[in-house]
């Protein structure tokens, strides 16, 4: 099984792609894939860093792409705003009044994190906030993303 889909938004997920389609009330029609793989447990490229979701313990999947196109033009993301989110449970897309988000649940016990991307109406990336979800006061970040939106450059 790659993922299990609900009606309301969660996706179960191991491996696989997880594709959702939306259209946003401002007529914004999105397409939002998110591809998450097994890492195999050879793979030395996980081991000894600090990651959410697995700190000193085992990275079973990780995030290898999160894709969003607007109106059939692709928006690739910066590999920088999900390469340390491994051993996720869930995702979950949300819209809501400035965009929309693309929530992630991942870890297990001890290593329990969340992640809020938000998107813009125009589904460029605004930001990202992790937390782990037993301390949430004392251990997070954040980060706040902008870009260029000039066509005529």
């Known amino acids: 099984m790659l993922f299990s889909i609900y009606d309301y938004g969660i996706i179960f997920c191991r491996r696989g792609l997880f594709q959702k389609r939306y259209c946003l009330p401002n007529n914004l029609k999105l397409n939002i894939e998110v591809i998450?793989?097994?890492?195999?447990?050879?793979?030395?490229?996980?081991?000894?860093?600090?990651?959410?979701?697995?700190?000193?313990?085992?990275?079973?999947?990780?995030?290898?792409?999160?894709?969003?196109?607007?109106?059939?033009?692709?928006?690739?993301?910066?590999y920088s705003l999900f390469s340390d989110l491994v051993n996720i449970n869930t995702i979950f897309i949300k819209e809501n009044d400035q965009g929309f988000l693309i929530k992630i649940d991942g870890g297990q016990t001890s290593t329990h994190y969340k992640v809020e991307m938000q998107f813009d109406e125009q589904a460029y990336l605004v930001s990202r906030y992790v937390y782990h979800t037993s301390f949430k006061d004392e251990v997070w970040e954040k980060t706040e993303y902008s870009f260029i939106r000039r066509l005529d450059m």
Request: hydrophobic residues 30%; neutral net charge; proline residues 0%.
């Open 36 to 78: 998450v793989s097994d890492v195999s447990s050879d793979d030395i490229s996980y081991e000894n860093r600090v990651l959410w979701g697995a700190e000193n313990s085992r990275t079973y999947n990780k995030i290898e792409k999160i894709s969003i196109s607007k109106n059939g033009e692709v928006r690739l993301m910066r």
